[in-house]
């Protein structure tokens, strides 16, 4: 089991809010936090930018840890990721992010 794949496909350990907590780099923290506010058109503080990995015990983004309906569907199923899922092929949650992410795409697919 790759702990490091996100349930969505998406790799963790290529995650720039991974590599800001794991190296505590507060610059990179703040180029995240400007990034996915512009992405996704809300506030989000470099103090909301650790997490250690979707899957690995410890600090998650608030929207990994509490929000994210990727996350809570496959930890409810009890599948490693998304790509193990029998629903994988038509479901319109985990398209959030395998419509924008070709290698989450591809690492779903390889499943």
Same mark, same amino acid.
């Given at each position: !089991?790759?702990?490091? @794949? #996100?349930y969505? #496909? @998406?790799?963790?350990?290529? $995650? ?5 907590t794991i190296h505590?780099?507060?610059a @990179?923290?703040? &180029? ?5 506010? /512009?992405?996704?058109g809300?506030?989000? %503080?470099?103090? !909301?930018?650790n997490?250690v990995? $979707? &899957?690995?015990?410890?600090?998650? %983004?608030?929207f990994?840890?509490?929000? $994210?309906p990727?996350?809570?569907?496959? /930890?409810? &199923? #009890?599948?490693?990721n ?5 629903l994988?092929? *038509?479901?319109? *949650?985990?398209e !959030?992010? *395998?419509?924008?992410?070709e290698?989450?795409l591809?690492? @779903?697919?390889?499943q």
């Amino acid at each position: !089991m790759n702990n490091y @794949l #996100g349930y969505c #496909g @998406l790799d963790c350990e290529k $995650c720039e809010a991974r590599i800001a907590t794991i190296h505590n780099d507060d610059a @990179l923290r703040q &180029k995240v936090a400007k990034e996915w506010s /512009a992405m996704n058109g809300i506030e989000i %503080t470099p103090a !909301m930018i650790n997490c250690v990995g $979707c &899957k690995i015990d410890g600090q998650r %983004t608030y929207f990994c840890d509490v929000m $994210c309906p990727i996350r809570k569907c496959a /930890a409810e &199923k #009890g599948v490693e990721n998304c790509g193990r899922c029998e629903l994988f092929s *038509t479901c319109k *949650t985990v398209e !959030m992010i *395998t419509k924008h992410s070709e290698e989450a795409l591809a690492n @779903l697919s390889n499943q």
